[in-house]
């Protein structure tokens, strides 16, 4: 059985969402010109959501996290949203749910990234579902992109890993940028999870590239390229001039890395056939993700 306080959550909770609800619908009958069309979210989006805020779970503390929210619980402002998983067939309106769901968060005071595998799907949501966010003024508490803007955009949140790692190896001190002030809590809502747990995204590592360009570096990737038939090794290339002149340039105490690149180097120049890219424009580029990605 539920005790008194748990069962006024879940009241006021499911009343919140109720009354989100209602203002979407009434806002997409007008937008749509269907003013004579009740449109109201369908049963079966109404209980994924609830199984995303913790409202089908019984036990006695499923619902702290939003307790202090309402006034009914002495527990911590902020208590961790425990994760949950909704299956909803194609066409049964994922995208509602989780609008509606990112939206009862944002009210609730978090900080709600939604991702999905495709750029074209992600856009396609956030422009339905802006107007609505907007209305209630968390167009800045919700963001929707792919999962590899995500992370690049997690990642660099406090200056460009890119620009600090360039910065580092060239002898230069890396500054990142100044951090915020106390921050809202964060919740991900994963669109498409099952392609989220398949081999091309779990597991898969960020790898941020920087070019250091230079007279040094192009000298030495002439000569790898020019010597590639001959198959040389490490040791050939330190006896080369253009290597020497290379570590001069960047400094010594980055060795290390420019020996381990060069090992890359002289790998990958011997299998220039083995992998697939695809042209396109005037650049280069390879499948990523469900899209064709020509960045780094």
Not at 30 to 40: C, F, P
Not at 134 to 147: K, P, Q, R, V, W
Not at 153 to 165: A, E
Not at 272 to 279: A, M, W
Request: contains cysteine; hydrophobic residues 35%; charged residues 25%.
């Amino acid at each position: 059985p539920r005790s008194g306080r748990s069962t006024n959550i879940r009241i006021k909770l499911a009343s919140v969402l109720g009354k989100i609800s209602f203002i979407w619908a009434a806002k997409h009958s007008l937008e749509s010109n269907q003013q004579t069309i009740r449109v109201r979210p369908h049963a079966v989006q109404v209980v994924a959501m609830f199984v995303l805020l913790g409202l089908a779970d019984n036990s006695e503390g499923a619902l702290q996290w939003v307790g202090r929210k309402f006034g009914v619980s002495s527990g911590p402002d902020v208590a961790s949203l425990p994760g949950s998983l909704a299956q909803l067939g194609t066409g049964e309106g994922k995208s509602i749910v989780l609008g509606l769901v990112g939206l009862t968060l944002a009210l609730l005071g978090y900080d709600v990234a939604s991702v999905c595998y495709n750029d074209t799907l992600s856009n396609r949501d956030r422009n339905a579902f802006y107007p609505l966010f907007e209305a209630f003024g968390m167009e800045d508490h919700i963001t929707y992109s792919t999962l590899r803007e995500l992370a690049d955009t997690t990642i660099n949140r406090n200056g460009s890993v890119r620009d600090l790692g360039k910065q580092v190896l060239l002898s230069r001190r890396g500054k990142g940028g100044s951090k915020k002030g106390k921050e809202r809590p964060q919740v991900l809502l994963i669109d498409e999870v099952d392609v989220f747990f398949s081999d091309s995204f779990l597991g898969v590592t960020y790898n941020p590239i920087v070019r250091v360009k230079s007279k040094e570096t192009v000298a030495m990737f002439k000569w790898v390229w020019n010597h590639r038939k001959e198959r040389p090794s490490m040791s050939d290339v330190k006896d080369r001039v253009e290597y020497q002149s290379l570590v001069e340039s960047i400094g010594h105490h980055a060795e290390a890395y420019i020996n381990n690149e060069l090992t890359r180097i002289l790998r990958d120049v011997q299998r220039l056939g083995s992998h697939k890219y695809k042209v396109v424009g005037q650049s280069i580029g390879y499948e990523e993700h469900g899209t064709i990605s020509t960045s780094t």
